[in-house]
Protein backbone atom coordinates (compact mmCIF):
# COMPACT_ATOMS: atom_id res chain seq x y z
CA UNK A 1 0.00 0.00 0.00
CA UNK A 2 1.36 2.85 -0.82
CA UNK A 3 -0.23 6.72 -0.51
CA UNK A 4 0.82 10.24 0.10
CA UNK A 5 1.00 11.30 4.01
CA UNK A 6 -2.42 11.55 5.44
CA UNK A 7 -3.79 9.56 2.95
CA UNK A 8 -5.33 7.48 5.08
CA UNK A 9 -3.30 4.12 4.61
CA UNK A 10 -3.20 2.85 8.58
CA UNK A 11 -7.25 3.39 9.07
CA UNK A 12 -8.20 1.73 6.01
CA UNK A 13 -6.13 -0.71 7.16
CA UNK A 14 -7.67 -1.01 10.44
CA UNK A 15 -11.22 -1.23 8.74
CA UNK A 16 -10.13 -4.20 6.27
CA UNK A 17 -8.33 -5.99 8.56
CA UNK A 18 -11.57 -5.76 11.18
CA UNK A 19 -13.85 -7.17 8.17
CA UNK A 20 -11.48 -9.74 7.43
CA UNK A 21 -9.47 -11.31 10.90
CA UNK A 22 -12.50 -13.79 11.26
CA UNK A 23 -12.19 -15.26 7.64
CA UNK A 24 -8.05 -14.93 6.90
CA UNK A 25 -4.83 -14.52 8.53
CA UNK A 26 -3.71 -11.33 8.26
CA UNK A 27 0.38 -9.45 8.82
CA UNK A 28 1.27 -6.33 8.46
CA UNK A 29 4.84 -4.68 7.69
CA UNK A 30 4.83 -1.06 8.86
CA UNK A 31 6.89 1.27 7.05
CA UNK A 32 7.39 4.68 8.92
CA UNK A 33 10.14 7.18 9.09
CA UNK A 34 9.33 7.29 12.73
CA UNK A 35 7.16 6.53 15.48
CA UNK A 36 5.67 2.79 15.91
CA UNK A 37 2.06 3.83 16.51
CA UNK A 38 0.76 2.63 12.97
CA UNK A 39 2.06 -1.15 14.14
CA UNK A 40 0.30 -0.16 17.48
CA UNK A 41 -3.20 0.60 15.62
CA UNK A 42 -2.95 -2.16 13.17
CA UNK A 43 -2.14 -5.03 15.89
CA UNK A 44 -5.26 -3.23 18.30
CA UNK A 45 -7.16 -4.18 14.80
CA UNK A 46 -6.83 -7.83 14.71
CA UNK A 47 -3.70 -8.46 12.42
CA UNK A 48 0.20 -9.75 13.36
CA UNK A 49 2.63 -6.69 12.70
CA UNK A 50 5.88 -5.68 12.33
CA UNK A 51 7.31 -1.79 12.57
CA UNK A 52 10.08 -0.84 9.93
CA UNK A 53 11.36 2.08 11.07
CA UNK A 54 14.00 4.00 8.16
CA UNK A 55 15.30 6.88 10.25
CA UNK A 56 14.58 9.31 7.56
CA UNK A 57 14.49 7.15 4.45
CA UNK A 58 11.55 7.90 1.96
CA UNK A 59 10.64 4.37 0.78
CA UNK A 60 11.14 0.45 2.04
CA UNK A 61 13.64 -1.41 0.42
CA UNK A 62 13.21 -5.17 -0.27
CA UNK A 63 16.31 -5.97 2.65
CA UNK A 64 13.88 -4.02 4.84
CA UNK A 65 11.51 -6.96 4.02
CA UNK A 66 13.25 -9.93 4.18
CA UNK A 67 14.69 -8.92 7.67
CA UNK A 68 11.23 -8.14 8.71
CA UNK A 69 9.97 -11.48 7.81
CA UNK A 70 11.60 -13.00 10.84
CA UNK A 71 9.48 -11.53 13.30
CA UNK A 72 6.50 -12.50 11.11
CA UNK A 73 4.88 -16.25 11.67
CA UNK A 74 4.01 -16.85 7.81
CA UNK A 75 2.37 -19.65 7.94
CA UNK A 76 -0.63 -18.60 9.79
CA UNK A 77 -1.07 -15.67 6.81
CA UNK A 78 -3.41 -15.45 3.71
CA UNK A 79 -2.21 -12.25 3.22
CA UNK A 80 0.80 -9.97 4.32
CA UNK A 81 0.11 -6.25 3.65
CA UNK A 82 3.66 -3.75 3.60
CA UNK A 83 2.38 -0.13 4.49
CA UNK A 84 4.74 1.97 2.52
CA UNK A 85 6.20 5.16 3.97
CA UNK A 86 3.65 8.38 2.85
CA UNK A 87 5.00 9.42 -0.58
CA UNK A 88 4.11 9.72 -3.92
CA UNK A 89 6.98 9.47 -5.69
CA UNK A 90 9.81 7.22 -4.14
CA UNK A 91 8.23 4.14 -3.30
CA UNK A 92 6.89 3.74 -6.84
CA UNK A 93 10.38 2.73 -7.85
CA UNK A 94 11.40 -0.11 -5.69
CA UNK A 95 10.25 -3.69 -6.09
CA UNK A 96 9.51 -5.27 -2.83
CA UNK A 97 8.05 -8.67 -4.20
CA UNK A 98 4.50 -8.04 -3.64
CA UNK A 99 2.14 -9.71 -5.51
CA UNK A 100 -0.22 -6.55 -5.41
CA UNK A 101 0.43 -2.94 -5.63
CA UNK A 102 -2.50 -0.62 -4.16
CA UNK A 103 -2.22 3.11 -3.98
CA UNK A 104 -4.75 5.21 -1.90
CA UNK A 105 -5.63 8.77 -2.73
CA UNK A 106 -8.25 10.79 -0.99
CA UNK A 107 -10.82 13.34 -1.76
CA UNK A 108 -9.25 16.23 0.01
CA UNK A 109 -5.78 16.16 -1.45
CA UNK A 110 -6.86 17.51 -5.01
CA UNK A 111 -7.80 16.00 -7.56
CA UNK A 112 -4.52 16.16 -10.28
CA UNK A 113 -2.23 13.70 -8.31
CA UNK A 114 -2.79 10.89 -11.12
CA UNK A 115 -1.62 13.95 -13.48
CA UNK A 116 1.38 15.20 -11.22
CA UNK A 117 2.44 11.58 -9.90
CA UNK A 118 1.73 9.47 -13.08
CA UNK A 119 4.48 6.40 -12.11
CA UNK A 120 2.79 5.84 -9.09
CA UNK A 121 -0.59 4.80 -10.81
CA UNK A 122 1.33 3.15 -13.93
CA UNK A 123 2.73 0.94 -11.63
CA UNK A 124 -0.06 -0.26 -8.99
CA UNK A 125 -2.93 -2.53 -9.60
CA UNK A 126 -5.35 -1.27 -7.57
CA UNK A 127 -6.35 2.63 -6.53
CA UNK A 128 -8.68 3.19 -3.50
CA UNK A 129 -10.15 6.63 -3.61
CA UNK A 130 -10.79 7.36 0.57
CA UNK A 131 -12.71 10.11 2.41
CA UNK A 132 -15.38 9.65 -0.03
CA UNK A 133 -17.57 11.24 3.21
CA UNK A 134 -15.54 14.39 2.66
CA UNK A 135 -16.81 15.43 -1.15
CA UNK A 136 -19.48 17.65 -0.19
CA UNK A 137 -17.10 20.04 1.79
CA UNK A 138 -14.08 19.48 -0.91
CA UNK A 139 -13.57 20.89 -5.00
CA UNK A 140 -12.27 17.46 -6.25
CA UNK A 141 -13.71 15.92 -9.47
CA UNK A 142 -13.91 12.61 -8.74
CA UNK A 143 -14.99 11.85 -12.52
CA UNK A 144 -11.85 13.35 -13.07
CA UNK A 145 -9.41 11.35 -11.14
CA UNK A 146 -10.76 8.27 -12.50
CA UNK A 147 -10.10 9.60 -16.00
CA UNK A 148 -6.35 10.54 -15.54
CA UNK A 149 -5.68 7.09 -13.39
CA UNK A 150 -7.31 5.14 -16.16
CA UNK A 151 -5.50 7.03 -18.91
CA UNK A 152 -2.31 6.09 -17.13
CA UNK A 153 -3.19 2.45 -16.24
CA UNK A 154 -6.34 1.44 -18.20
CA UNK A 155 -6.16 -2.10 -16.09
CA UNK A 156 -6.41 -0.10 -12.63
CA UNK A 157 -9.18 -1.27 -10.29
CA UNK A 158 -11.20 1.38 -8.64
CA UNK A 159 -12.54 1.21 -5.52
CA UNK A 160 -14.13 4.24 -3.42
CA UNK A 161 -14.59 4.18 0.46
CA UNK A 162 -14.81 6.16 3.52
CA UNK A 163 -13.43 4.43 6.14
CA UNK A 164 -15.64 7.05 8.84
CA UNK A 165 -18.70 5.65 7.18
CA UNK A 166 -17.92 2.06 6.02
CA UNK A 167 -18.88 2.91 2.52
CA UNK A 168 -17.09 1.28 0.10
CA UNK A 169 -15.51 -1.06 2.53
CA UNK A 170 -17.46 -4.67 2.02
CA UNK A 171 -17.09 -4.37 -2.04
CA UNK A 172 -12.79 -3.70 -1.73
CA UNK A 173 -12.63 -6.38 1.33
CA UNK A 174 -14.36 -9.04 -0.85
CA UNK A 175 -12.20 -8.18 -3.97
CA UNK A 176 -9.05 -8.67 -1.59
CA UNK A 177 -10.56 -11.36 0.17
CA UNK A 178 -11.07 -13.02 -3.94
CA UNK A 179 -7.33 -11.86 -4.58
CA UNK A 180 -5.64 -13.47 -1.46
CA UNK A 181 -7.86 -17.01 -2.18
CA UNK A 182 -5.79 -16.72 -5.62
CA UNK A 183 -9.32 -16.60 -7.31
CA UNK A 184 -9.84 -14.43 -10.17
CA UNK A 185 -10.50 -10.61 -9.33
CA UNK B 1 7.35 25.90 0.60
CA UNK B 2 7.10 22.15 1.26
CA UNK B 3 4.48 19.81 2.07
CA UNK B 4 2.53 16.19 1.50
CA UNK B 5 0.89 16.10 -1.83
CA UNK B 6 -2.47 17.86 -1.28
CA UNK B 7 -1.80 19.83 1.18
CA UNK B 8 -2.58 22.75 -0.80
CA UNK B 9 0.47 24.29 -1.56
CA UNK B 10 -0.46 26.12 -4.77
CA UNK B 11 -3.70 27.31 -3.37
CA UNK B 12 -1.82 28.70 -0.75
CA UNK B 13 0.33 30.68 -2.81
CA UNK B 14 -2.47 31.72 -5.28
CA UNK B 15 -4.43 33.28 -2.20
CA UNK B 16 -0.96 34.77 -1.01
CA UNK B 17 -0.29 36.41 -4.16
CA UNK B 18 -2.97 37.92 -4.51
CA UNK B 19 -2.96 39.22 -1.47
CA UNK B 20 0.51 40.73 -1.60
CA UNK B 21 0.89 41.42 -5.65
CA UNK B 22 -0.13 45.21 -5.63
CA UNK B 23 2.71 45.80 -2.68
CA UNK B 24 5.26 43.51 -3.86
CA UNK B 25 7.10 41.90 -6.77
CA UNK B 26 6.72 37.96 -6.24
CA UNK B 27 8.13 35.06 -8.48
CA UNK B 28 7.75 31.38 -8.22
CA UNK B 29 10.09 28.65 -8.73
CA UNK B 30 7.12 25.22 -9.25
CA UNK B 31 9.04 21.96 -8.44
CA UNK B 32 6.43 19.09 -10.14
CA UNK B 33 7.08 15.68 -11.02
CA UNK B 34 5.38 15.83 -14.21
CA UNK B 35 2.82 18.72 -15.79
CA UNK B 36 3.39 23.06 -15.93
CA UNK B 37 -0.47 22.94 -14.20
CA UNK B 38 0.64 24.62 -11.25
CA UNK B 39 2.84 27.45 -12.77
CA UNK B 40 0.15 28.15 -14.99
CA UNK B 41 -2.47 28.58 -11.94
CA UNK B 42 0.19 31.43 -10.43
CA UNK B 43 0.77 33.20 -13.03
CA UNK B 44 -2.74 33.48 -13.20
CA UNK B 45 -2.81 34.60 -10.15
CA UNK B 46 -0.19 37.22 -10.65
CA UNK B 47 3.40 36.18 -10.40
CA UNK B 48 6.72 35.50 -12.27
CA UNK B 49 6.68 31.76 -12.82
CA UNK B 50 8.78 29.34 -14.10
CA UNK B 51 8.29 25.23 -13.94
CA UNK B 52 11.09 22.54 -13.05
CA UNK B 53 10.03 19.48 -13.89
CA UNK B 54 12.05 16.84 -12.43
CA UNK B 55 10.89 13.78 -14.75
CA UNK B 56 10.41 11.45 -11.94
CA UNK B 57 13.07 13.05 -9.00
CA UNK B 58 11.40 13.55 -5.51
CA UNK B 59 12.71 16.67 -4.31
CA UNK B 60 14.50 20.02 -6.10
CA UNK B 61 17.93 20.45 -5.87
CA UNK B 62 20.29 23.82 -5.78
CA UNK B 63 21.48 23.23 -9.39
CA UNK B 64 18.52 23.40 -10.65
CA UNK B 65 17.04 26.15 -8.78
CA UNK B 66 20.36 28.17 -10.29
CA UNK B 67 19.55 27.09 -13.64
CA UNK B 68 15.94 28.56 -13.63
CA UNK B 69 16.88 31.90 -12.03
CA UNK B 70 17.94 32.38 -15.84
CA UNK B 71 14.23 32.99 -17.12
CA UNK B 72 13.58 35.09 -13.99
CA UNK B 73 13.93 38.73 -13.68
CA UNK B 74 15.14 39.12 -10.56
CA UNK B 75 15.44 42.57 -10.59
CA UNK B 76 11.71 43.05 -9.98
CA UNK B 77 11.19 40.77 -7.59
CA UNK B 78 11.05 41.27 -3.68
CA UNK B 79 10.20 37.46 -2.69
CA UNK B 80 11.03 34.41 -4.73
CA UNK B 81 9.41 31.67 -3.53
CA UNK B 82 10.56 28.05 -4.82
CA UNK B 83 7.05 25.58 -4.30
CA UNK B 84 9.14 22.10 -3.99
CA UNK B 85 7.70 18.34 -4.57
CA UNK B 86 4.74 17.30 -2.64
CA UNK B 87 6.91 15.07 -0.16
CA UNK B 88 7.08 15.13 3.53
CA UNK B 89 10.54 13.52 3.48
CA UNK B 90 13.35 14.01 0.76
CA UNK B 91 13.38 17.68 0.26
CA UNK B 92 14.07 18.19 4.21
CA UNK B 93 17.64 17.15 3.41
CA UNK B 94 18.27 19.61 0.62
CA UNK B 95 19.77 23.02 0.96
CA UNK B 96 18.51 25.17 -2.14
CA UNK B 97 19.90 28.88 -0.79
CA UNK B 98 16.42 29.71 0.57
CA UNK B 99 15.78 32.42 3.15
CA UNK B 100 13.02 30.68 4.95
CA UNK B 101 11.23 27.19 5.04
CA UNK B 102 7.87 26.68 4.99
CA UNK B 103 6.12 23.24 5.78
CA UNK B 104 2.59 23.28 5.04
CA UNK B 105 0.12 20.36 6.53
CA UNK B 106 -3.68 20.05 6.08
CA UNK B 107 -6.41 19.51 8.75
CA UNK B 108 -7.39 16.18 6.64
CA UNK B 109 -4.26 14.73 6.63
CA UNK B 110 -4.44 13.31 10.08
CA UNK B 111 -2.65 14.77 13.46
CA UNK B 112 0.20 12.27 13.57
CA UNK B 113 2.63 14.02 10.64
CA UNK B 114 4.69 16.29 12.96
CA UNK B 115 5.14 13.21 14.86
CA UNK B 116 6.49 10.68 11.79
CA UNK B 117 7.97 13.41 9.56
CA UNK B 118 10.28 15.25 12.12
CA UNK B 119 12.84 16.39 10.15
CA UNK B 120 10.68 18.40 8.20
CA UNK B 121 9.37 20.56 10.87
CA UNK B 122 12.61 20.38 12.97
CA UNK B 123 14.34 22.33 9.68
CA UNK B 124 11.35 24.78 8.82
CA UNK B 125 10.96 28.10 10.81
CA UNK B 126 7.16 28.02 9.74
CA UNK B 127 4.26 25.80 9.42
CA UNK B 128 0.68 26.58 8.12
CA UNK B 129 -2.06 24.81 9.35
CA UNK B 130 -4.29 24.66 5.84
CA UNK B 131 -7.95 23.68 5.41
CA UNK B 132 -9.30 24.91 8.56
CA UNK B 133 -12.91 24.83 7.16
CA UNK B 134 -12.52 20.90 7.14
CA UNK B 135 -11.84 21.10 10.71
CA UNK B 136 -15.95 20.49 11.65
CA UNK B 137 -15.88 17.22 9.52
CA UNK B 138 -12.32 15.00 10.66
CA UNK B 139 -11.14 14.25 13.73
CA UNK B 140 -7.89 16.51 13.88
CA UNK B 141 -6.44 17.87 16.87
CA UNK B 142 -4.94 20.59 16.06
CA UNK B 143 -3.62 21.78 19.31
CA UNK B 144 -2.04 18.31 19.46
CA UNK B 145 -0.45 18.98 15.92
CA UNK B 146 1.29 22.02 17.52
CA UNK B 147 2.30 20.85 20.59
CA UNK B 148 4.04 18.02 18.40
CA UNK B 149 5.44 20.47 16.15
CA UNK B 150 7.11 22.55 18.77
CA UNK B 151 8.27 20.31 20.48
CA UNK B 152 10.43 19.57 17.79
CA UNK B 153 11.22 23.03 16.86
CA UNK B 154 10.12 25.86 19.97
CA UNK B 155 10.98 28.50 17.59
CA UNK B 156 8.21 27.68 14.87
CA UNK B 157 6.31 30.59 13.88
CA UNK B 158 2.45 28.81 13.63
CA UNK B 159 -0.04 30.47 11.15
CA UNK B 160 -3.65 28.07 10.63
CA UNK B 161 -5.51 29.39 7.40
CA UNK B 162 -7.89 28.59 5.12
CA UNK B 163 -7.66 29.06 1.43
CA UNK B 164 -11.29 28.60 0.78
CA UNK B 165 -12.91 31.04 3.07
CA UNK B 166 -10.21 33.33 3.73
CA UNK B 167 -9.65 33.06 7.50
CA UNK B 168 -5.93 33.46 8.64
CA UNK B 169 -4.76 34.88 5.22
CA UNK B 170 -4.00 38.31 6.06
CA UNK B 171 -1.79 37.44 9.43
CA UNK B 172 0.20 35.38 6.77
CA UNK B 173 0.24 37.38 4.21
CA UNK B 174 1.21 40.79 6.76
CA UNK B 175 3.81 38.28 8.40
CA UNK B 176 5.33 37.29 5.43
CA UNK B 177 5.53 40.95 4.13
CA UNK B 178 7.22 41.85 7.25
CA UNK B 179 9.58 39.24 6.87
CA UNK B 180 10.45 39.99 2.84
CA UNK B 181 11.77 43.43 3.62
CA UNK B 182 13.64 42.74 6.28
CA UNK B 183 12.03 43.72 9.18
CA UNK B 184 11.55 41.79 13.00
CA UNK B 185 9.10 39.17 11.82
Redesign the interface.
Known amino acids: MMS?????KTTLLERTIEQLRRRLGIGVIEG????T?DAERVEAAGAQAVQINTR???HLEAHMIRDALADIELAKLDILVIEN??????PS?WNLGEALRVVVV?T???D??P?????MFAISQVMIVN?L??LP??DYDLEKVKRQALAINPRLHIFEVSCRTGAGLVTWCEWLETFARGEDA
Chains 1, 2 share one sequence.
Open positions: APGAGDVETAGACIGNLVCASTEGDKAKYPQKDLYV
